[in-house]
């Protein structure tokens, strides 16, 4: 049983790495008020100098440091899927389009995430400010009139907010990715919708491929029928315990790759709903951020979910002085 508590730990620490990431990616818009700022000032006080300025570095400043974390883990699980799960799951017999499938998806992603990189999330500059201002109204509540940038000292177009990151005004703005090191705006919040989708599916077509070809395995080497001695010298059943504890001493790395999969599909999958929901209600995360801050609800924006849609997918209608 100790091999089920280890496990159980495992999954622990993995649970935790994961939400310290998803706070720190998120935290220039959704930071979790002040119950989180004291316990960053409170880490920052106990780190040492070298730490803080590397932390600093990461999330303060643009900096390509996620983006090849991004592509080292990318890299790593499909390294492992290839040369561990692939060869075995033909072999067995699961369709080989599904065990091709997930390359094809990890280049849609692929492709979304370069587009999240490099495209221009929608910056305010001293040529499209007069026309940024006359797209959106400004609603008195949550954006005033008249308010200039105290730092670009270019005119505020509603629903921008001024990126610290970036160092623009940043048009209909929604958060600073850290992953892809560029702010999320009015021009690349489509790609970005695409990118959480298309990282979401193909994390879980990897997790399904791997499943089933655990559970053939399973099945193939009835291993849930196989009888064992056990340190009494009895003879005993295999227990569910008893084979995942084998499977996990059989493929230690592919177990963890399908607790890492599981795990981003959870919250990777929970947050792309959100913002996928948040689209087509006409919000950004800005504004539902600053909404629950003021405890206001500015709805009513929404004019139905397709000409929402349309708004995010096809934003140069709105700006064709721009193309
Ligand atoms: C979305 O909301 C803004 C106000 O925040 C409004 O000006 C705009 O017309 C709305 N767009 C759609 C497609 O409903
Ligand atoms: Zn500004
Ligand atoms: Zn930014």
Not at 84 to 107: G, H, Q, T
Not at 207 to 228: E, G, P, R
Not at 315 to 323: A, F, S, V
Request: aromatic share 16%; hydrophobic share 45%; proline share 2%.
């Amino acid at each position: 049983m100790d091999f089920l508590w280890l496990f159980i730990c495992y999954l622990i620490f993995l649970i935790l790495g994961v939400s310290t990431f998803c706070f720190f990616s998120g935290r220039s818009t959704r930071g979790l008020d002040v119950a989180l700022c004291r316990a960053e000032q409170v880490i920052s006080r106990l780190s040492p100098f070298w730490l803080q300025r590397c932390i600093g570095r990461c999330f303060h400043t643009r900096s390509g440091a996620f983006v090849v974390l991004h592509l080292v883990l990318d890299s790593l699980v499909f390294a492992e899927y290839t040369w561990e799960v692939l060869d075995y799951s033909l072999e067995l017999e699961i369709n080989w389009i599904l065990v091709f499938l997930p390359y094809v998806l990890i280049s849609v992603n692929l492709y979304y995430f370069y587009k999240c990189c490099t495209s221009d999330p929608g910056k305010v500059t001293k040529q499209n400010e007069e026309l940024y201002t006359r797209v959106y109204e400004y609603d008195e509540i949550l954006f005033h009139h008249s308010n200039k940038c105290a730092t670009c000292h270019l005119l505020k177009p509603a629903r921008s907010k001024h990126c610290g990151v970036c160092g623009n005004c940043i048009q209909r703005f929604d958060h600073h990715c850290v992953w892809v090191n560029n702010c999320i705006g009015a021009l690349n919040i489509r790609h970005f919708l695409l990118y959480l989708l298309s990282l979401t599916v193909t994390a879980a077509c990897l997790a399904a491929v791997i499943t089933a070809f655990l559970l053939q395995v399973v099945l193939l080497s009835h291993m849930m029928t196989a009888a064992y001695v056990d340190s009494r010298g009895q003879q005993e059943i295999a227990s569910l315990a008893y084979v995942i504890q084998h499977l996990f001493l059989t493929f230690p790395r592919i177990i963890f790759t399908l607790g890492f999969l599981f795990l981003l599909i959870f919250f990777l999958g929970g947050y792309t709903c959100f913002l996928w929901y948040l689209s087509i209600t006409n919000r950004t995360t800005n504004e539902w951020y600053k909404a629950w801050r003021v405890s206001a609800s500015p709805r009513g924006y929404s004019r139905g979910i397709l000409s929402n849609l349309k708004e995010i997918f096809q934003p140069y209608t709105r700006y064709q002085k721009e193309r």
